[in-house]
């Protein structure tokens, strides 16, 4: 038996082997390093599509709560037969949030399916910031109602409660120029938790 052939033989089967270990390695570390690019990519695009959707929501709410509208706002709800000229100018004026709303509703509600997207990643923390968008359409709505309430002669029995009640709604309904707005105020915060994360995602520090 010629031991420098097997000598040779086994140093190629080695080499084989080891070629063969090594090409295992390159291309586990090669899935492993896609796989974190792909994860990190789509946190980025989810991070991205967050922020410039809550900015897109923000400005519409700006735009329903602005205290400056058309003559013609309001006047695309539907009447009740036995309105009178009166009662017709303050359902209109009550349902302008409502057809704003319904002109700049989409960021708003796409903001809403996202939320899901976001919290699965980063946790149920960040749901309450979502959540402040949707709950001060809600606060709108309600502001508006009520200040038509008290327009149609409800609480009329205690005028100090309906100045009360003209006041506080006020605030909530419209955006407020002199003064602290709440409403911008708890927004911008909401905003802030959420830019905080994203942009130590996108990894823009401003």
């Not at 003559?71 to 009662?87: M, P």
């Not at 830019?195 to 130590?200: G, H, I, L, P, Q």
Request: glycine share 4%.
């Amino acid at each position: 038996m010629n031991y420098t052939e097997i000598d040779w033989k086994l140093i190629f089967d080695i080499l084989k082997s080891i070629s063969i270990i090594t090409a295992s390695c390159v291309a586990i570390y090669g899935i492993n390093s896609w796989r974190r690019e792909a994860r990190w990519k789509r946190k980025y695009e989810l991070a991205e599509e967050v922020l410039s959707n809550m900015y897109e929501a923000h400005q519409a709410i700006k735009i329903i709560r602005s205290p400056i509208g058309l003559g013609s706002e309001g006047s695309s709800r539907e009447k009740s037969e036995n309105e009178i000229k009166e009662q017709t100018e303050i359902f209109n004026q009550a349902y302008v949030t409502r057809e704003r709303f319904q002109r700049n509703k989409k960021p708003i509600e796409k903001l809403q399916s996202l939320k899901f997207r976001f919290i699965t990643v980063y946790g149920k923390d960040y749901e309450k910031y979502f959540d402040k968008f949707s709950q001060t359409i809600n606060r709108i709505f309600s502001a508006s109602d009520l200040i038509a309430m008290v327009k149609l002669g409800q609480f009329e029995h205690d005028k100090e409660f309906k100045l009360q009640i003209m006041k506080e709604n006020n605030k909530v309904l419209y955006n407020v120029f002199k003064g602290e707005d709440e409403i911008e105020k708890e927004l911008n915060n909401a905003i802030t938790a959420i830019e905080d994360k994203c942009r130590a995602v996108i990894g823009k520090n401003n």
